[in-house]
């Protein structure tokens, strides 16, 4: 199985600062024909997952441009430019290149 | 408007087994398929299985593989998860999540409200 692994685990932000999580990946995302599959998720207290950002730098309709995601092959960051209060929750990224679909720990953001 | 209602919480007894289902609205269900996921109290997100509910394949995490049955009712619009010989351990929220399918290329895009399985003698 593809290993994901998310640092930091808890991510205290003040609001209007810059937040960075990163996600590795145990093997390349590669597929085939060239589609990486990361995906990066937000799971607000109480709701379930919301995809925000597919195929690495995507972001999914209805999430502010405040989102975004890079990387490559084994290595990803989702970065959220200015933090604001909605954004409390726990991040994950995701592998979807192959089965078993395979997610990082989650990452806590929080307001400090 | 896309939308996966899941069935309502349950309590089961350990030993006993579980059904949830997951009913499709504001798409072409057979277009996509469904994968589940579930999440212990406190815990992460983990992948069980997917259905394509065009043609009924289905993949299953080894975990799981001896204990679920995924199913696709196309007169209806639903997927059904069942999880049988139920432990403690299974205690969890199930979510379902719309998937790659017979003619869409996504990756849990839309998931559904989740549905509590509380295992409890």
């Not at chain 1, 679909?101 to 307001?111: A, D, N, R």
């Not at chain 2, 408007?1 to 069935?7: F, G, I, N, R």
């Given at each position: 199985?593809?290993?994901?692994?998310?640092?930091?685990?808890?991510?205290?932000?003040?609001?209007g600062?810059?937040?960075?999580?990163?996600?590795?990946?145990?093997?390349s995302?590669v597929?085939?024909?060239?589609?990486?599959?990361?995906?990066?998720?937000?799971?607000?207290?109480?709701?379930?997952?919301?995809r925000?950002?597919?195929?690495?730098?995507?972001?999914?309709?209805?999430?502010?441009?405040?989102f975004?995601?890079?990387?490559?092959?084994?290595?990803?960051?989702?970065?959220?430019?200015?933090v604001?209060?909605?954004?409390?929750?726990?991040?994950?990224?995701?592998?979807?290149?192959?089965?078993p679909?395979?997610?990082?720990?989650?990452?806590?953001?929080?307001?400090k | 408007?896309?939308?996966?209602?899941?069935?309502g919480?349950?309590?089961?007894?350990?030993?006993?087994?579980?059904?949830?289902?997951?009913?499709?609205?504001?798409?072409?269900f057979?277009?996509?398929?469904?994968?589940?996921?579930?999440?212990?109290?406190?815990?992460?997100?983990?992948?069980?299985?997917?259905?394509?509910?065009d043609?009924?394949n289905?993949?299953?995490?080894l975990?799981?593989?001896?204990?679920?049955?995924?199913?696709?009712?196309?007169?209806t619009?639903?997927?059904?998860?069942e999880?049988r010989?139920?432990?403690?351990?299974?205690t969890?929220?199930?979510?379902?999540?719309?998937?790659?399918?017979?003619?869409?290329?996504?990756?849990?895009?839309q998931?559904?409200?989740?549905?509590?399985?509380?295992?409890?003698?």
């Open positions: 199985d593809v290993v994901m692994t998310q640092s930091p685990l808890s991510l205290p932000v003040t609001l600062q810059a937040a960075s999580i990163s996600c590795r990946s145990s093997q995302l597929y085939s024909e060239g589609n990486t599959f990361l995906n990066w998720f937000q799971q607000r207290p109480g709701q379930s997952p919301r925000l950002i597919y195929k690495v730098s995507n972001r999914d309709s209805g999430v502010p441009d405040r975004s995601g890079s990387g490559s092959g084994t290595d990803f960051t989702l970065k959220i430019s200015r604001e209060a909605e954004d409390v929750g726990i991040y994950y990224c995701m592998q979807g290149k192959e089965w679909y395979t997610f990082g720990q989650g990452t806590k953001l929080e307001i | 408007h896309v939308q996966l209602v899941q069935s919480a349950e309590v089961k007894e350990p030993g006993a087994s579980m059904r949830v289902s997951c009913k499709a609205y504001g798409y072409t057979r277009d996509f398929g469904i994968s589940w996921v579930r999440q212990a109290p406190g815990q992460g997100l983990e992948w069980m299985g997917y259905i394509n509910t043609n009924g289905t993949k299953y995490a975990k799981f593989q001896d204990r679920v049955t995924l199913t696709t009712d196309t007169s619009d639903t997927v059904y998860m999880l010989s139920l432990t403690s351990d299974d969890a929220l199930y979510y379902c999540a719309r998937d790659w399918g017979a003619k869409a290329k996504v990756i849990a895009d998931w559904g409200q989740g549905t509590l399985v509380t295992i409890s003698s």
